[in-house]
């Protein structure tokens, strides 16, 4: 998984020299509607941006943390879910990303409005309507509708989002293979499919998950009464089911993350997959209340911005208000990165990896953050 974490400190110059002029070159064919062209330019910034991440990622974050992941377990996991890999100049892709680019620039109002700064129960709305338990079982089903735009490294592939949820996963599971957590918080865990895998999986793990929305947390609760896990979720598991009926003991619960209804240092691992994306309106708060509940480590499989340096990719995140936080931010909330890597599948729309931090002493700007955190519960 650290293969690509060894690029030159001299590479990074470089790139970071040329990037400015690349830019100058997309505004300017953009501004003569040379749609081609502009394509072409950003693809450029999106491969000096990969250089600039990987060196990035070499000198900032130590990597003190071996999961033991093989580059071919992951292939495998995620091998089921590609429909084909893209070459070089394929109509398909270059019409999808195109589509992208537009559909991101024609939504960028309605997404500002939508995720406003502060405005919660907008978010809360949206998703008591999308999740179903019909949804939640679809996400285990390949539809050709369904094909996506994923990139992994320099590889470009059309396959299903479910392939990447399958390497959230296992990278999961080796995680806390790896660190040994005798209780673990999901933070936005949805309709309660991640923990109630890792339950199976992890029988003498105590599991919790909190969810803002009522649809979410009662869907979580019907799938943890079945007498045993749901066929559907022990076979999306991408690691043979240790008992079908550890489920059952999952605590599920309804609340905001920016209010964590539990006792100081609860859990010794806290993660989030994708959820922390929704709240960077009240990111302080919310990494101010992890920090409070845990003892150990954090494990975070979302869009930090050290992944999503390139232009489209940007302007998707600020307009939507996406999660906009970089690495280098997390000692500020009390966290010590001990890994990072963004070696996995991701949309094209924009990138995800997996950082794991170790909690650490508080700092006095934490001490003033947590202040606040404490006065408002």
């Not at 030159?8 to 040379?34: C, D, F």
């Not at 996991?77 to 893209?86: T, W």
Request: include cysteine; charge should be positive.
């Amino acid at each position: 998984m650290d293969d690509r974490l060894s690029k030159s400190a001299g590479k990074q110059e470089t790139a970071k020299k040329i990037r400015p002029t690349l830019v100058e070159l997309l505004r300017v064919a953009r501004l003569g509607n040379l749609d081609e062209t502009a394509e072409h330019i950003e693809k450029a910034i999106s491969e000096v941006d990969r250089a600039v991440g990987d060196a990035n990622n070499a000198s900032g974050v130590a990597q003190k943390l071996n999961l033991e992941i093989r580059p071919e377990q992951l292939q495998d996991i995620f091998g089921s879910a590609i429909q084909r890999a893209v070459p070089s100049n394929d109509v398909e892709w270059d019409k999808r990303a195109k589509q992208l680019s537009t559909k991101v620039n024609k939504k960028a109002q309605w997404w500002r409005k939508l995720f406003r700064s502060g405005d919660v129960d907008r978010v809360r709305d949206v998703y008591e309507k999308k999740w179903t338990p019909e949804a939640a079982l679809a996400r285990f089903t390949k539809q050709a509708g369904d094909l996506d735009p994923i990139v992994w490294g320099d590889k470009r592939y059309f396959g299903y989002s479910s392939g990447i949820k399958r390497v959230h996963l296992f990278v999961l599971m080796r995680i806390i293979e790896t660190l040994r957590p005798a209780r673990v918080l999901e933070v936005g865990s949805g309709m309660g499919l991640n923990l109630l895998i890792l339950a199976a999986q992890f029988p003498d793990i105590k599991f919790t998950g909190i969810e803002l929305t009522s649809a979410g947390n009662e869907i979580a609760q019907t799938f943890r009464a079945s007498p045993k896990l749901p066929d559907q979720l022990a076979a999306f598991s991408p690691l043979p089911i240790v008992d079908d009926q550890a489920h059952r003991a999952v605590s599920f619960f309804q609340g905001s993350a920016a209010q964590l209804p539990f006792e100081k240092n609860s859990f010794d691992l806290v993660y989030s997959i994708l959820a922390l994306e929704q709240m960077e309106a009240i990111r302080d708060e919310v990494f101010g209340q992890i920090a409070a509940v845990c003892s150990g480590h954090v494990a975070m499989f979302e869009p930090f911005g050290d992944w999503n340096m390139s232009p489209m990719r940007q302007h998707l995140i600020a307009s939507r208000k996406f999660f906009a936080a970089k690495i280098a931010d997390l000692p500020r909330y009390g966290f010590e990165p001990v890994f990072a890597s963004e070696d996995m599948p991701s949309k094209l729309s924009f990138g995800v990896g997996v950082v794991v931090a170790r909690r650490v002493l508080q700092t006095s700007g934490e001490k003033h953050a947590m202040t606040l955190v404490d006065a408002g519960r």
